[in-house]
């Protein structure tokens, strides 16, 4: 990993997810070749990872350099792309990874194959979004979730995004709580389960 000048950690969701990646700064432009919708940026690098592991002394660097007053950019780029959900085999997933890999890599000159880099490489229109813009939902308590948004759509604040059905053990009637959005965006992450303990991730929305 230390000689590596391109780094690539495929994931696949433990959850419901879209196809997309992570990405660093000044990676923006790379980015597009991976073919994927839109991708997330870290725009400070304090997280442990096997890509931040890579990429984070060489980002230092840099900032050392700009703090002498240089501008220096190295050709070294750290990915982490997020392909499907892996409780089950997603062809569409797979195929967009595969394709997206091997036009990065293709681009970058590393592989030679037949039909990569695709033309529309460089037209292509990714939608990079910060870290920060991200919102995870999590149970305010246990029960099942019901009339969730779907996987993609798109939300507005103040907009209902499901519904917890609870339980009691006093003898009661389940009761309903209604969740809704605290920013607009789209639906970019869905738990697997429908039911869920206090605590436990529900969805995710990203402006």
Known sequence: MIDADYLI???SHTSQGLNYLYLFRNQEESAKYFLLEFGILFKICDEDGFDKAFIQPWLALEN???????????DLEAWTLELGTGMQMNPVSVEKGLRGVKNYLAQKGVLRISGFPVKESES???NVKLT??????????GGMIQSRVELGSCVKA???IYQMLTFNKEGQLPSVIDVNAEQDGFVYDISSNQAV????????IIE
Do not use: P
């Open 197 to 204: 303990n206090e605590g436990e991730f529900v969805l995710g």
């Open 124 to 126: 292509h229109n990714m």
């Open 9 to 11: 950690d495929l994931h």
């Open 158 to 160: 103040g907009g209902r």
């Open 64 to 74: 050392c350099f700009q703090q002498l007053g240089k501008e220096i950019k190295f």
């Open 132 to 141: 920060n813009q991200m919102r995870k939902y999590y149970a305010s308590t």
